[in-house]
């Protein structure tokens, strides 16, 4: 909202300031927190320690302290915010913030004021995850690992994810929310069936494909600078589900490679059994690289006794490479998965013997980042700048970005990088 806001604003501004010219020959001033009528008052937080949390984020590059922070406890208090700014000669910017994992000061604003949507969760009006037999309705401050949590308890799940679930609905809707399951489904903003968004002119507005699509299309991936997301209809089918339920349900594979080339090879084949509608599929795809010198790594997924031997390989080659790969399966399926897994790993290029197994359940398996958080918390790494870059490259280009980028820029300049990940996808989804 905050560079829309800071448009119609200027515009405001300008129409104001010249009535008041003309009119009272006085000044427009900005707003002060302390303006507020009460009612808005009560829940706009002006002590230090808040306006602190809300003045950086995950990514700890960009610094910008607001003038106040507003926690709504319901959709028309998010109304009545955008209304009364709008209706001032110069209105506030506002910057809607979920759990701020963002990394470029997306939900900072210095001028104006925070909206803490995950306030909104803490509402006593009953659960805002409402789970239907083909769908679920989701407040757009809820966590996706909520998300999880609450339908799987149906046996039912959503299909498109992000690796991270820590992150909110309205914060990955009004990006994009990507894993390796975006070759089969796309992104999260492609599995959105309805939403409620509130407009930058107070308005609540139910939009969809065919419903008021223009809105909905532009909230999308629309980096929260069209509206509030307050409500969002996820497509759900059934889940990976056993006998018990936190039985294993997923076949884990990964698989470490030296050739760049062979990689990309192979995790366009894999993809390909979807395009192909052989039910051999895999349902996640997605590969890491292990850079020299950039220790520690997470080897926790390989067998102990295997964990310095990748260690010693990253060493010889300075890069190495890994597939990820993943299969559901259920209490159907489980007695086939000896040939499934063998007719995806047939013809594959990886390291001869480099290819480890785990199963997991599906709830486990979908917060498996959650113990790299922990570690990575308690190693004081999220603590520190995280720069991060997300970029598309067409399959012609990606052989030149290993050489330009990963072998002679971060490796040979040894440049600090984490941890690259690549996704292969389809251009049509
Ligand atoms: C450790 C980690 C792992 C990650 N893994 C992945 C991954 O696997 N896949 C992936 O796609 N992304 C991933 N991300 C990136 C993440 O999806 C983005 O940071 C995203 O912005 C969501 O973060 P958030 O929910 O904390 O939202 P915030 O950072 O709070 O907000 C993100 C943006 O959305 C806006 N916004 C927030 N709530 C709303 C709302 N209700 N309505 C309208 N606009 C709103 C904000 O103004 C801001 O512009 C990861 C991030 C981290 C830190």
Redesign the pocket.
């Known amino acids: ?2 560079r829309n806001n800071s448009i119609v604003s200027k515009a405001l501004t300008l129409l104001c300031l010249t009535s008041i010219v003309v009119l009272t020959m006085g000044h427009a001033h900005p707003w002060l927190p302390s303006q507020t009528p009460k009612k808005l008052a009560l829940k706009l937080s002006l002590n230090n320690q808040t306006l602190s949390l809300a003045s950086s ?2 990514g700890l590059i960009i610094h910008k302290t607001p003038l106040a922070v507003f926690e709504p406890s319901s959709v028309n208090d998010i109304r009545d915010l955008i209304k009364y700014s709008n209706s001032l000669p110069m209105p506030f910017t506002i ?9 470029h000061g ?2 900072l604003t210095h001028d104006g004021v925070v ?1 803490n ?2 306030r ?1 969760g803490d509402s006593r009006n009953g659960s805002r995850i409402v789970v239907y037999d083909e769908y679920v309705d989701v ?3 809820q ?1 996706w690992i909520d998300v999880l949590r609450t339908t799987y308890k149906h046996g039912l799940t959503p299909f498109a ?4 679930m ?14 390796g399951r975006m070759f089969r489904f796309g ?2 903003i492609s599995n959105v069936l309805e939403l409620d ?1 509130v407009t930058g002119k107070g308005d609540l507005i139910k939009c969809s494909p065919v419903k008021n699509s223009e809105l909905f299309y532009a ?1 999308l991936g ?9 409500r969002a209809r996820i497509p759900l089918g059934p889940a990976p589900t056993t006998a018990m339920l936190d039985c294993m349900q997923v076949k884990r594979l990964s698989l470490v490679y030296n050739d760049f080339s062979a990689l990309t090879k192979d995790q366009e084949h894999l993809i390909s059994f979807h395009q192909r509608n052989d039910t051999s599929a895999p349902d996640f795809v997605s590969g890491y690289v292990l850079v020299v010198n950039q220790a520690p790594f997470d080897l926790s997924f390989y067998p102990t006794h295997f964990q310095p031997i990748i260690s010693s390989l990253v060493t010889k080659y300075g890069i190495i490479y890994t597939i990820e790969l993943t299969k559901y399966y259920d209490n159907n399926s489980q007695t086939h998965m000896k040939e499934e897994v063998a007719s995806l790993l047939k013809g594959l290029n990886y390291i001869p013997i480099f290819a480890f197994e785990k199963d997991q359940s599906y709830e486990e398996y979908q917060n498996r ?1 959650h113990t790299t ?1 922990l570690v ?1 918390i308690s190693k004081g790494f999220w603590n520190v700048p ?1 720069p ?1 870059l ?1 970029l598309l490259i067409p399959r012609s280009r990606i052989s030149d970005f290993n050489e330009g980028v990963l072998k002679n820029i971060i490796l040979k300049q040894n440049i600090s990088v984490g941890t690259p ?1 690549f996704y292969p996808t389809n251009r049509n989804k």
Do not use: C, K
């Not at 910057?95 to 990394?103: I, V």
């Not at 994810?161 to 991270?164: E, N, Q, R």
């Not at 629309?222 to 307050?230: K, R, W």
């Open positions: 909202m905050s984020d995950f910057a809607e913030r979920g759990p701020a994992h963002s990394t997306q939900t909206l949507m995950t909104l407040g757009g401050e966590l994810w992000t690796d991270y820590y992150v909110s609905v309205g914060g990955t809707l009004s990006n994009a929310g990507i894993n992104p999260q968004v909230v629309g980096l929260g600078q069209f509206g509030v997301i307050t980042l958080e990575a995280h991060w997300n990940l």
